[in-house]
């Protein structure tokens, strides 16, 4: 039981790529979400899933895409790595949304140059 | 809107003694209210939580009272130790199906 795994731990981008954050979690949870963490700023909630083939947008979706296509995996897609998305990137799962709270995966440090 | 309000922002505590960080939330049908510790270079775990139905939590040293019609709830961490020194989160539930909202964050530090 791995809990939620988060791949890449680091990454640096140049303005303008793409790329996909992976989150995976084996604890067959209904819930997902992705949260950024800026200094001073808390944990900002970008997207989320309440099961597969379900999303929506959080308090900060622009420049974001998800999906959710199995119970497991809950990818997270920069279109387009602008500066102002450096931050640290959490996923996030439970089995509901309120019974015992959230295991967060170990975190995505995302630099963009 | 869905907000939490977390106060202080830095906290500075000597060894042994007591902490109180407090939350407000803006929704009154909000009914979860846990508390997350987030180590430097960590991620954030869950140390205890409260529901609506309950005026006060209590596990070992750290304790969470809410207070429902004031809509605020707070953490007490007592007997305070040097691996207390974190940033702690407190967080709430909305209507809907929308996740945990968190505050923004208390950083404390427990000087020995």
């Known amino acids: 039981n791995a809990g939620v795994t988060q791949t890449p731990k680091f990454q640096v981008l140049k303005t303008g790529q793409s790329m996909t954050l992976q989150c995976a979690q084996d604890m067959n949870h209904e819930y997902m979400s992705w949260y950024r963490q800026d200094p001073g700023m808390g944990l900002r909630l970008i997207h989320y899933s309440v099961g597969a083939g379900i999303t929506d947008q959080g308090e900060v979706p622009n420049g974001y895409n998800v999906s959710r296509s199995t119970t497991e995996d809950f990818p997270l897609r920069l279109l387009s790595a602008a500066p102002s998305q450096t931050s640290v990137y959490f996923c996030a799962s439970s089995p509901d949304r309120v019974s015992l709270g959230y295991t967060f995966g170990s975190g995505t440090r995302l630099t963009v140059v | 809107g869905e907000n939490v309000e977390q106060h202080p922002s830095t906290l500075s505590v000597q060894e042994g003694d007591s902490a109180v960080i407090k939350c407000t939330y803006s929704d009154s049908a909000s009914n979860y209210f846990p508390w997350y510790k987030q180590e430097l270079g960590k991620r954030p775990q869950l140390i205890i939580d409260i529901r609506s139905n309950v005026g006060e939590k209590k596990d070992q040293r750290i304790a969470v009272t809410l207070n429902k019609t004031a809509k605020h709830f707070s953490l007490h961490i007592t007997e305070t130790q040097p691996e207390d020194s974190a940033v702690y989160f407190c967080?709430?539930?909305?209507?809907?199906?929308?996740?945990?909202?968190f505050g923004k964050g208390t950083r404390l530090s427990v000087i020995a």
């Open positions: 967080a709430a539930t909305f209507s809907g199906n929308t996740p945990l909202v």
